[in-house]
């Protein structure tokens, strides 16, 4: 009994002091002694405990209490908590961490089950405070439209967002089939705006592509790490050394990544017995993915551009580092940092960065990206007038390196 007695004592002396109201002079802070017979009644841990509470919340408290009795129209608890918590996340400067409201929550979960209805971009937020297609979807609305890497959504019909909004936008995009959505653009290079009108499909994430080229050179297009895509790439990969492939071109080009196993997967097919990646966390605890033995014997290249982020970039840098393969194209994104995911009791969800990963020899790859190994830029005159990709110089340098190896 005594133990809840001097529990109850170090609340009300808290709710006492954090009760204490913002004078008209500005912010006022309680400063109140707990009186001397509750203080022979309070142990020492407790005291520190209840200092604790009033140096953490005292202010939060004050401040709270001169919004809500001095804006000028009344305020919405609940929106005003939502505000705190968000700011918390805010406080890290990760623009990759964040608090979603449960409605949030739920739409930023949408597209992870693979099936959704919208226009088919992977987006993040940038440094500069801008919403950045990493990637069109192969085949999607946005990819047909002429969405491009680099390009900057800085408008959902005509409501503006920014990277700090960033789930809200995708939200927006987001809608039933067979609707219309508009959304504006800062084009990647030039910088104009431009608007453009699209229609929203359903959108079935197919990841993996393959076909056979001239002179006997496969070709498999990795959109994506999903769930099948390490099974799916196993199949094509072992079909094309079944017919006797001279060698295979793996286009990683537009892949904003996903599941970290599957691309360490397919890692493990393309390598011998070694590390793939390695992840490190605050306290400089380490987690090493390895290889096994037993790696394919078909030469390959890998392709890879701005638009290759997180996953990709374990694949890439992995192959690169244990020289298993060369890279064509341009740097990748660099992304090299891992989020952890929670949906809270009250249905409202969290998401922050926990770790980050580095290529086998130690290169971090987070804000750098992976430099090719064959640098091979595309440019305007690359493309026809509709946006589509007619000259492919680096699908070209990659199967002329294949031919040369053979």
């Known amino acids: 009994m005594l133990e809840i007695k001097k529990r109850n004592l170090i609340f009300l002396i808290i709710v006492a002091l954090l009760c204490g109201g913002a004078g008209a002079g500005g912010f006022v ?26 140096d953490t919340y005292a202010k939060l408290d004050e401040l709270k209490k001169f919004v809500t009795d001095n804006f000028y129209v009344k305020v919405d608890d609940e929106k005003l908590f939502d505000g705190i918590y968000k700011g918390l996340f805010a406080g890290t400067g990760d623009i990759y961490s964040g608090y979603y409201t449960k409605t949030e929550y739920e739409s930023m979960m949408a ?19 801008y919403i950045v297609v990493v990637a069109p979807t192969d085949g999607t609305p946005a990819d047909k439209a002429g969405v491009k890497a680099g390009d900057r959504i800085i408008k959902v019909d005509g ?23 508009e959304i ?12 453009l009108t699209l229609r929203r499909e359903k959108i079935v994430s197919k990841s993996v592509s393959a076909k056979m080229l001239e002179d006997n050179i496969g070709y498999i297009r990795i959109s994506a790490f999903e769930q099948n895509t390490a099974k799916d790439f196993e199949t094509e990969l072992h079909n094309m050394e079944v017919k006797g492939a001279a060698g295979v071109v793996i286009d990683l080009r537009g892949n904003g990544g996903g599941l970290v196993d599957a691309s360490v997967d397919i890692a493990d097919r393309l390598l011998p017995e070694g590390t793939i990646t390695y992840t490190e966390d605050q306290k400089g605890e380490r987690q090493y993915y390895k290889s096994k033995s037993g790696a394919t014997e078909l030469p390959y290249v890998l392709l890879v551009d701005g638009g290759s982020a997180s996953a990709s970039e374990i694949l890439a840098s992995a192959v690169k580092d244990n020289d298993g393969g060369l890279l064509v194209g341009t740097r990748t994104f660099g992304k090299g940092i891992i989020q952890m995911i929670e949906q809270l009791k009250d249905g409202d969800g969290i998401k922050l960065t926990i770790m980050q990963y580095f290529s086998p020899n130690g290169t971090p790859i987070q804000k750098k990206g992976i430099e090719p190994d064959i640098e091979v830029k595309l440019t305007e005159d690359d493309y026809d007038e509709d946006g589509v990709l007619v000259n492919d110089r680096q699908l070209e340098k990659a199967v002329d390196l294949l031919k040369k190896a053979e």
């Open 159 to 181: 409501e503006p967002y920014t990277g700090e909004t960033m789930d809200l936008a995708a939200s927006a995009m987001r809608g039933k089939a067979g609707t219309k959505v």
């Open 111 to 129: 597209s992870t089950t693979g099936e959704y209805s919208g226009i088919g971009v992977t987006i993040s937020p940038d440094e500069q405070g």
């Open 29 to 54: 802070y309680s400063v109140m002694r707990p009186p001397e017979t509750a203080m022979k009644e309070i142990s020492q841990t407790d005291y520190e405990e209840y200092q604790y509470y009033k």
């Open 184 to 195: 504006t653009l800062l084009r990647a290079g030039s910088g104009k705006e431009e608007t």
